[in-house]
């Protein structure tokens, strides 16, 4: 069985903990699949805690895998912006 979607792209702003209100109005009582975007500009962003969450996010655990050590500092070039 396939499950056909509809995008709609609308702004909005976080309201409450969990709880979003948007400039579109959605159907009630609907399950929906939601995206959110946040704004890099936004004073609140906070890039040491987006790096601290993905570092302790269990889908990157493979990472810790020797396995998965196949380069080193000798490998490659140095990039260098001009």
Not at 36 to 43: F, G, I, M, N
Not at 68 to 74: A, G
Request: proline content about 7%; charged content about 30%; glycine content about 4%.
């Amino acid at each position: 069985m396939s499950i056909s979607m509809r995008a709609i792209d609308t702004h909005g702003r976080v309201v409450a903990p969990r709880h979003i209100e948007t400039d579109a109005d959605l159907p009630v009582g609907r399950q929906v699949r939601v995206l959110v975007l946040l704004s890099a500009t936004d004073d609140d962003f906070d890039e040491g805690k987006w790096l601290e969450a993905a570092a302790r996010n269990p889908a990157f655990a493979f990472l810790a895998d020797p396995a998965e050590d196949v380069y080193s500092l000798e490998d490659g070039e140095p990039f260098v912006c001009p």
